[in-house]
């Protein structure tokens, strides 16, 4: 079910030429020193994928916005802006895998963000937080799984755990309230295309539709449940 928060008095501002509804989509992504090769290689293409498909769809490409933070260290790479005017950023593998902190210092930006669209008069769907790992948290992890249940049982955002490789899925069991999905070989760009589909999707719902996602640890799905 696809919610949309009240509409406060439109005020002009950074919005003032689109003050359509927003989506969401907070990006926590691993580039810790273990994804290297092909697995930042394919992450990197995934998100070019993203960025095109998003691109490509009028309707999503000003209600998507796309925000984007690394870990290994904790980097806002992309501050949340429109899917149009979104760059996929090349990233590159250093360092562990503080895991806890990035799912902390995202959704606090993710909160800075609706206080934003708040401020501006602009409705918003429930966002989306997507977590893509190839290990497991480097640091205290406890109070970012607490924030992360508390936030899904007050409807605050949507959260996904997607697990590479030899990700600790027994870790985003207990992070994540829906099931970890454990990514398929390297299929990013797969998982990208599922990802930017169901955007698409939501932004062209009206309040209170249902909308139907693809399954994605479906048969033809990139991934399978952990």
């Known amino acids: 079910m696809t919610e949309l928060y009240e509409q406060q008095p439109f005020d002009p501002g950074p919005f003032v030429d689109n003050p359509s509804q927003r989506c969401p989509c907070l990006l926590l992504l691993d580039v810790s ?13 995934g998100l070019v994928l993203f960025k095109d498909e998003l691109s490509a769809d009028p309707l999503a490409s000003k209600r998507v916005q796309v925000g984007v933070v690394t870990f290994g260290p904790v980097e806002t790479v992309t501050d949340f802006v429109d899917a149009r005017h979104w ?3 090349v990233l590159t ?11 902390e210092h995202g959704l606090q930006m993710l909160e800075s963000q609706k206080a934003v669209y708040k401020s501006n008069g602009i409705p918003h769907y429930r966002p989306w937080v997507f977590l893509i790992t190839d290990g497991g948290p480097t640091d205290a992890w406890e109070n970012a799984a607490r924030t992360v249940h508390e936030g899904e049982a007050k409807n605050k955002f949507k959260f996904f755990a997607v697990g590479v490789g030899q990700a600790n899925l027994d870790v985003l069991k207990q992070i994540s309230v829906s099931d970890p999905i454990a990514l398929k070989g390297l299929r990013f760009r797969d998982l990208f295309a599922w990802l930017s589909s169901s955007l698409g999707a939501v932004s062209a719902s009206n309040p209170g539709d249902e909308v139907k996602l693809e399954n994605p640890a479906g048969p033809k799905g990139w991934g399978s449940i952990a």
């Not at 593998?93 to 799912?103: E, R």
Request: glycine letters at 14%; zero cysteines.
């Open 93 to 103: 593998p250093k360092g562990n895998t503080p895991m806890g902190a990035a799912i």
């Open 33 to 45: 020193a273990s994804m290297t090769g092909g697995p930042i290689e394919e992450l990197n293409a």
């Open 87 to 89: 760059d996929a950023p």
